[in-house]
């Protein structure tokens, strides 16, 4: 059996039932005997703050490690806060032979050393790079201990490539998130132990069922009234908690309302986290031109009512003026993120105004590990006739519904809650290693359930 760790009972406060997580891992980390240590984080509990201490930690101790992300950016970012939480720590990057293989941010820390040949980096005492980049890594001398970053995201055939390589390592990732992704197809191998497809977690353990678990059971980013529905719906076998209070974070809009269901889904929104803003039901193209003129609009309102928010980081109490910045929008599609984009871009022309033209558009897959005060998102199943498994993922509903700060506001056609009944899972079930991911269905429903609850209908 997995061996899950006791966390703190819900009398502790948030930043007790953290620091005491937080010290568990590192323990198990450093002292632990275990070949490996799980750790699962939901969204904003500070994974990556967590991975720098633990990295600071063993180097300190005197153990040198490999630290493997999953891509180019998440390196640059880890070695950026390494060198920035120790400017002493010699710290290396490895990189491939491209041009421009890194972040030239890093080049102000004295500290870091660059190099595309693992050679010009032995005796750091941490060395990061991607799994990619690991795998080409000879490994006749081994690591002592290791770091996998984002070890969802990490598909199980990348971690056999990199496993030669060190002896113990502490995976940390988010099990919420979306599946590894492969380009080519893995069913003759779904539901098996060894399937390539499959995180290097849910292989990790398949194998090695008395390794640890620990989770971090606090989330920094989600405020109190986002993180009920997400914990329950997406991650009920790690449950966590905000770390913020009812009345901790307030978004208000300096403009009035026109009375418009825009600027009505915005202050419900602003008042209760949530909001629906939802389009009469119709079978669409996917870039239906309604819902993405209502979320460009949406957007735009947002601006003209100058929001601002206010939390726990204000020092002065003044609050933080609602920038484009701030400001996401998440889609399922390419298409629909360029759609959108157009939009937005028309409003910045129209009024010669380009903080529109600002606003983060993409996919979950690209907004994945980001963070903004407020999201609008345009629903997967918004106008669809069917319900296929790409558009059930909970890990893509997941990442667009845990973005923000203060508040998501959905825009979603009607229909969905029906769409869903009559389109029962057609996908085979596949015996064998269990899932973390809860039912798509169920996590769409749960989702629609509380949305309904702060529904401001489109006429």
């Known amino acids: 059996m997995t061996t899950l760790v006791e966390q703190p009972g819900a009398a502790a406060s948030p930043a007790q039932a953290a620091a005491a997580a937080t010290e568990a891992i590192l323990s198990a980390a450093v002292d632990g005997t275990h070949r490996g240590v799980v750790v699962n984080s939901p969204p904003g509990a500070g994974k990556s703050t967590l991975v720098v201490r633990a990295a600071l930690e063993l180097a300190a101790a005197g153990h040198p490690l490999m630290v493997i992300a999953q891509t180019n950016a998440q390196v640059d970012d880890l070695v950026d806060r390494l060198a920035t939480a120790e400017a002493e720590l010699p710290v ?73 390589l060190f002896e113990r390592a502490l995976f940390v990732g988010d099990p919420g998130q979306l599946d590894p992704f492969s380009q080519v197809g893995a069913e003759q191998w779904a539901g098996q132990a060894h399937d390539p497809s499959a995180s290097a977690v849910s292989t990790l353990l398949a194998h090695n069922p008395q390794l640890p678990q620990h989770r971090l059971p606090v989330s920094w980013r989600l405020p109190h009234s986002a993180a009920a529905l997400v914990s329950e719906a997406f991650y009920p076998y790690t449950p966590f908690r905000s770390g913020t209070g009812p009345g901790d974070r307030r978004l208000a809009f300096g403009a009035p309302a026109d009375g418009s269901p825009w600027d009505a889904v915005l202050d419900e929104a602003a008042d209760a986290g949530w909001g629906l803003l939802e389009l009469p039901a119709a079978r669409t193209p996917r870039t239906d031109p309604e819902a993405v003129a209502a979320v460009a609009r949406l957007v735009h309102r947002m601006l003209e009512r100058e929001g601002r928010t206010h939390g726990e980081r204000d020092g002065s109490g003044g609050g933080a003026v609602l920038g484009p910045e701030r400001i996401a929008v998440g889609t399922a599609h390419r298409d629909q993120a360029a759609a959108v984009r157009a939009a937005l871009a028309g409003y910045a022309s129209a009024e010669g105004d380009g903080r529109a033209a600002r606003v983060t558009v993409d996919t979950a897959n690209r907004l994945q590990g980001r963070e903004f005060d407020v999201t609008v998102v345009l629903h997967p199943l918004s106008g669809r006739p069917d319900a296929t498994e790409f558009h059930l993922e909970t890990g893509r509903l997941c990442v667009l519904a845990s973005r923000h700060r203060h508040a998501c506001v959905v825009v979603c056609r009607a229909g969905v809650a029906e769409l869903l009944d009559d389109h029962p899972a057609t996908e085979p079930v596949q015996l064998g290693p269990a899932s973390w991911a809860p039912d798509g269905w169920e996590a769409h429903q749960a989702v629609l359930s509380q949305l309904a609850e702060h529904r401001v209908p489109l006429a």
């Open 92 to 164: 290396g990057r490895l990189h491939s032979s491209e041009p421009k293989p890194y972040d030239p941010v890093l080049d102000r820390h004295p500290s870091v050393r660059t190099s595309a040949k693992p050679a010009d980096l032995a005796g750091l005492d941490v060395v990061v790079s991607t799994a990619a980049k690991w795998a080409w890594v000879s490994s006749e001398e081994r690591w002592r201990h290791a770091i996998v970053d984002e070890a969802y995201q990490m598909r199980s055939d990348a971690l056999l490539a990199v496993a030669g």
